[in-house]
C-alpha cells in the first residue's frame, strides 16, 4: 500500500481539546504506536501529517493538531494553524475526553466544520474512566447535531464502531477507488479476457468489465480486449508485453496457460474484491477455510435481494466446496438484502457476495462488523479462487497480500 | 450486401392462389425482374429461393412457391412442397386478388402460420382492377385475425405500406444486425477509439462502444480499445495490421491521421447508422444537403422524449450547419418522441437521431415512411460525418455505399 499516492489518501484531521486523547486514539485505530502517548497537557505542538493504513478503510493520512483550546499568545497561534488543518481535510475526528463533558470547543468545530461542508465525526473517548449515560449521548448528540462514538482508546472497546462511523461518514470522492489503474503507467497495455458463455448479457458486457475497461483508459493505458479462445493469438499480435492480463475466473487456467509467466495475471473478481471491499482482509478469510471443522457455523450473505445474477454459487456451489474442504457437514446460514445480521460472533466464516449492489462503504461496514465479531470473512471471488487454487496465481499484482498465503497461523 | 450471409437473412416465403400476382407482387418489392411474370395460370411451379434486397428492409431470401391450390395428383405433391415451405420461413407473405376475394385458402394458410407461430403479412394485390371496400377490408381483418395490405403490384400503390407491414411483422430475430462483426474473419483485430470526455458517463462506457465490443467478441475477433492520444501508441505495439479502426466522431481527424491509410476506418456513428437504419438511404440523405435551398423546411426528429443525450446537436448544431452550408435561412421543425409526424411532404430533408432509444425496426419504418413522402432522410450521425468532411474516408468499409457521394444527381 506504499504506492498508494498521498494525493488519493483519505485526510482524515483530528481535533480534540488538550489530553482528550487523541495520540493514544491514532494508536488504537491503527495499532501502531506512532503518535507520541503522554499525559503531560500540550505534548503534541504543531500539526503532524502521518501517512498511514487504517485497516480496513484503507490508506489515510492522519492530520494530528495541537491542542487548541491552548491560551496565551502561542495558544493564538495553534489556533490558528489549527484551523488552516481544516482547509486541507477530507473529514475531521473531533475527540472529547468523556470526563471533561461538552464545552464551547467542540461546539466550535463542529460549527466551523458545518461552515466548510466537512464531514465530522464525534468521538468521546475514556469511557472506561469516565463511563458515559444514555442521557448524555442524546445530549451530545442533539447539541452537535450527529451522533457521537463512545470509545476507549485504553480498552480499545467502541474502536470497531469508530472505523464504521468513519467509514459511513467519509465523503463521496472517497469512493473512487481504482479497479486496477493504479497498478498501470501511461501507455502500458492491459489484456482482458471476456468468456462469451449463456451468462453473458445478450449484445453486452457485464459491468465489471466495462469498468475496468474505463478504469484502465482514465489511467492513459490500453485494453485489449478478447475471449480465452484467442487469447494466445491476441499475444502473438504483440511486440511489446501487456502490463496485466486480467481474465474472467472461469477462464483463469486458460488464461493462466496462455500468459507469458513474467506477466502479472489476476481475475476482475479479485480487482473487485479490492475495488469493493478489503482484499487484505478477504484473502485473510479464504485462508481461514483451512481451519473450518464440520459442524461449524457459516454465513454465506448475499446483498442483493432480486434475482440472483450469480445463481446458484451462494446457494449450491460454494456450500459444497466447503463441505469438501471441511470433510463433513457445515451448518450454514443465508442472509440477503440489507438485513445483515447484529449477531456474528456465533459464525466460524462468513461468506460475501460480491457486493455489486452495494457500495464500497456499505461492504467496508459489514466487513468491519464482521471482523470486530472476531470472524474472518471472504467474499464469493477470492473464495473461488481459494478453493480452485488459482488464488496465488492471482494476486500476483499484490505480493503484499499474496503472502498472507504464506503466513503461519 | 453480396456477402451477407445466407443464413442471416431473412426467409420470406410468398403463398396465392394461382394468378393472385406473387410474382409481380416480388418485382413491385424489389424493383428487379427476377421473377416470371405470366397471366397463365400456375406459371411458376416448384419453391425458388431467391437471395435479393428490398430496401431499406435489407438483404432477404424470398421463398416463391407453387400456386398451391391447383387440384390433382400434381397439384398435391406441390401443396406438400409448399407446406415444408413453412418450415424453412421467417415470415409468410399471403397474396390475394382482390378481385377473388377471400377463400377457405387463405384460411388455411393463415391458421397454419399460427399453428407454428409463423408472422404473416396478408396482401390484397390488383386494386388497380378491383378496389376494395372498407367493408371487405374490416371483414377480411376479422376473418384472418391481422389488418390486410391493399396494394397494385401493377401501379405500384401500397407498396411502401407493405414494406412497413413486413417490418413491423419480422420475427424477434430479424433485428439482430451484426454491428461491425460481418466485416470482420476469426481472430481479425478492430481498434476501437473512445475519447473519454465530460460527456462520458462517469466510469463507465456509452453503450453502442459496449455494445460494438461484444459484438467483435460475438464474431471470435479481438477488440483493443484506446483514447485518441494513445492510438499511435497503440498500432506501435501490433505486428500486425487492425483489419479496422473505428473512432467516436469527434476524434475522427486525428484517429484518420494516426491509422495507416490501408487500414479501414470508420466511426461508430456510421456504424450505429448502419445498425439501426439502413445507411445507404441515409448516405442518400446526406448528399440531398446539397439540393437545399433558402426557405426549405427541414424536419430534425428525435426519438427520445427524456432528457436529451445528444445535447443540443439537434436543436443548434445541426441548424446552423446547415444554414451555412445553405448560406441562408431554413425553416426548421422539431418532433421528440414517437409523435412522428404523418405529414411529410411538405419538407425538403429530414434529420432523425442516432435512434438510441428506438429500435431498428422502429427507425427503418420511419425511414420509409419518409421515402414514401419522397423526402430524403439522414441521421445525426452521417449527417455530422458529412458536414465535416469526413464521410467518405468512414465509408472506407463500405465502397458500395461510398459510391452514392461520388453519383450524378
Redesign the interface.
Known amino acids: 500500500m506504499d504506492t498508494t499516492p498521498r494525493g488519493n489518501r483519505l485526510h482524515i484531521a483530528i481535533f480534540g481539546r488538550r489530553n482528550a486523547g487523541k495520540s493514544s486514539l491514532i494508536n488504537a485505530l491503527t495499532n501502531q504506536d506512532i503518535a507520541v502517548v503522554s499525559n503531560v497537557p500540550g505534548t503534541t505542538t504543531d500539526p503532524v501529517y502521518k501517512a498511514m493504513e487504517i485497516l480496513p478503510v484503507g490508506p489515510v493520512v492522519i492530520i494530528d493538531t495541537a491542542g487548541i483550546d491552548d491560551t496565551g499568545d502561542l495558544g493564538q497561534l495553534r489556533v490558528q494553524r489549527s484551523m488552516e488543518v481544516l482547509n486541507k481535510a477530507d473529514m475531521v475526528l473531533l475527540v472529547m475526553d468523556s470526563g471533561a463533558g461538552l464545552t464551547e470547543f467542540e461546539q466550535d468545530i463542529t460549527n466551523r466544520c458545518r461552515d466548510k461542508k466537512l464531514p465530522v465525526v464525534v468521538v468521546i473517548n475514556k469511557i472506561d474512566a469516565t463511563p458515559i449515560t444514555p442521557e448524555e449521548l442524546a445530549e451530545y448528540k442533539e447539541k452537535l447535531g450527529s451522533e457521537p462514538v463512545a470509545v476507549s482508546a485504553l480498552t480499545k472497546a467502541g474502536i470497531g464502531e469508530l472505523k464504521i462511523a468513519l467509514v459511513k461518514a467519509a465523503p463521496p470522492s472517497w469512493d473512487e477507488q481504482s479497479i486496477v489503474g493504479d497498478l498501470l503507467n501511461p ?1 502500458d ?1 492491459a489484456v482482458l479476457v ?1 468468456p ?1 458463455d449463456l451468462a ?1 448479457p445478450k ?3 457485464i ?1 465489471p468489465q ?2 475496468t ?6 489511467h ?8 480465452e ?2 487469447l494466445k ?2 499475444i502473438s ?4 508485453k501487456p502490463k496485466i492480463v486480467i481474465t474472467d475466473s472461469q477462464a483463469f487456467l486458460k488464461a493462466d496457460a496462455d500468459t507469458p509467466p513474467d506477466v502479472l495475471l489476476t481475475s476482475f473478481s479479485i480487482l473487485f474484491a479490492r475495488y469493493k471491499g478489503d482484499l487484505e482482509t478477504l484473502v485473510a478469510g479464504a485462508k481461514a477455510i483451512e481451519t473450518l471443522k464440520p459442524g461449524d457455523k457459516v454465513l454465506i450473505a448475499e446483498a442483493c435481494t432480486h434475482h440472483r445474477m450469480e445463481d446458484d454459487i451462494g446457494t449450491v456451489k460454494i456450500p459444497r466446496w466447503l463441505r469438501q474442504i471441511v470433510g463433513g457437514e457445515l451448518e450454514f446460514h443465508w442472509s440477503n438484502g440489507h438485513r445483515f445480521p447484529q449477531e456474528l460472533s456465533e459464525y466460524k466464516l462468513v461468506v460475501h457476495c460480491g457486493s455489486c449492489m452495494i457500495n464500497r462503504r456499505e461492504m467496508l461496514s459489514r466487513i468491519m462488523q464482521v471482523q470486530q465479531a472476531g470472524v474472518p470473512i471472504v467474499n464469493y471471488g477470492v473464495c473461488i479462487a481459494y478453493v480452485q487454487g488459482i488464488l496465488r496465481r492471482a494476486l500476483s499484482p499484490f505480493p503484499m497480500i499474496q503472502g498472507i498465503l504464506d503466513d503461519e497461523e
Chains 1, 2 share one sequence.
Open positions: 501507455g497495455l471476456v462469451i453473458a449484445g453486452r458486457l459491468l466495462v469498468q475497461i474505463r478504469d484502465i483508459l482514465d492513459d493505458a490500453m485494453a485489449y480486449v478478447v475471449k479462445r484467442e493469438e491476441c499480435t504483440l511486440n511489446k
